[in-house]
Each structure stands twice: as C-alpha cells, then as structure tokens.
Nanobody, 126 residues
Framework: QVQLVESGGGLVQAGGSLRLSCVAS????????MGWFRQTPGKEREFVAA????????YYADSLKGRFTISRDNAKNTVYLQMNTLKPEDTAVYYC???????????????????WGQGTQVTVSS
C-alpha cells in the first residue's frame, strides 16, 4: 500500500505562484511514476503533469506548458508541482498520483495510476 499526502495549496492572487508537494510512503518511491491531476466541481479530473520513475522524462497538459513544472526528490520521497503565473481558471483541487511498475513515458491517463492522494485546494483570486 502506498500513501500519498499533498500539501502547499492555498489562496493566491492571479499572477502569483504556489508549489505543491506530495510525500509518498514506501521504500520504492524511485520506482513510481508520479503525476498531478486537478478537478473542479462538476468536471472530470484532468491531467496536469507527470514524471516517469527515473525523473528524466516529464509530460504536461498542453495548456499548462511553460507555467507548471513537475519535479521529484527521490531522497525525500517527494514530488513537486511548481505553478507560476496562476490564473483564476487554475482554481481546483489538485491530486498527486503514483503509478507502480510503469515503464516507458510518463502516464497521463487516470486509469494508469494506482494510488491517489486526498487532494489539496488551490484557489486563485482575480
């Protein structure tokens, strides 16, 4: 069993930045592909960014390229999402997810992930 705990969400003005963190349990964190998704009420959970197990390959939703950056620190069992130039439409609950034993490129579909965190709220005011 893998537990994921997100933190770093909050209220920020448009144009500001936030860095989300997700700490994972388990001794084999370095073997997990990690991803971030977000969800607003009434909408499906959407892909934000992902990084493969080695950290050498990242993938982003097209609309977020250049503003969001995913990274990981395997020594701390932590994945980060740096969010810059935030917009009101970025308001959502952000979830981190772990995909176990995946090889190849970073997974971008919800069905490819095995474990999910509880989510952290990000609110961007205009």
């Amino acid at each position: 069993q893998v537990q994921l705990v997100e933190s770093g969400g909050g209220l920020v003005q448009a144009g500001g930045s936030l860095r989300l963190s997700c700490v994972a349990s388990g001794r084999t964190f370095r073997s997990y592909a990690m991803g971030w998704f977000r969800q607003t009420p009434g909408k499906e959970r959407e892909f934000v960014a992902a990084e493969n197990w080695s950290g050498g390959n990242t993938y982003y939703a097209d609309s977020l390229k250049g503003r969001f950056t995913i990274s990981r620190d395997n020594a701390k069992n932590t994945v980060y999402l740096q969010m810059n130039t935030l917009k009101p439409e970025d308001t959502a609950v952000y979830y981190c997810a772990a995909a176990i034993g995946r090889i190849g490129g970073p997974p971008s579909r919800r069905s490819e992930y095995d474990y999910w965190g509880q989510g952290t709220q990000v609110t961007v005011s205009s």
